[in-house]
């Protein structure tokens, strides 16, 4: 609490007891005014802090409606890609497929080329063979 000085002509007019009342009567407007003070200046602080509050808000909402976008963009930017990328791994394995079917046939046709050459030669075999048998008795 402030030390409140009256001048000496003035509490000579007023009396002790005035003018310590007087004194008394500053003292407990001064602490009302406070008080008074305290609430505008809380009440503005609230006010300030709530409007910074939706400011803030408001533009956090901005900021996710835009990171959002992005997202999306790049969501639709990804998966544009990986069509391409799956489109190109199709026609790969199609070549690759394609190539193992032509060695395929290449086997079988070689597998077949033996095999009527293994016939061949038993058919000659089969035919041969009693006849070199009856030239060896023949002759033996």
């Known amino acids: 609490m ?4 009256v001048p000496k002509p003035l509490r000579e007019k007023l009396g002790e007891e005035a003018t310590d009342s007087l ?12 008080g008074h003070l305290f609430d505008l ?3 503005r602080f609230e006010r300030r802090l709530l409007e910074t509050e939706s400011r803030i808000r408001a533009d956090m909402s901005k900021m996710e409606a835009g990171i959002r976008a992005d997202m999306s963009k790049m969501e639709a930017g ?9 489109a190109g791994i199709r026609a790969d394995m199609s070549k690759g497929f394609l ?17 009527r ?8 075999g089969a035919v041969i063979y009693p006849i070199v048998v009856k030239l060896i008795d ?3």
């Not at 990804?78 to 799956?86: G, L, N, Q």
């Not at 190539?99 to 095999?115: D, G, M, S, W, Y």
């Not at 050459?117 to 000659?124: G, K, Q, S, V």
Request: proline share 2%; hydrophobic share 50%; charged share 35%.
């Open 23 to 34: 004194v008394e009567l500053f003292r407990e407007k001064d602490e009302e005014q406070k």
């Open 78 to 86: 990804i998966r544009a890609d990986m069509s391409k990328m799956e």
């Open 2 to 5: 402030p030390i409140i000085m």
């Open 99 to 115: 190539e193992i079917q032509k060695q395929f046939v290449e086997v079988h046709k070689a597998i077949a080329n033996q095999t």
């Open 138 to 140: 023949k002759f033996f």
């Open 117 to 124: 050459w293994i016939l061949t030669a038993l058919l000659a």
């Open 41 to 43: 200046v809380e009440e």
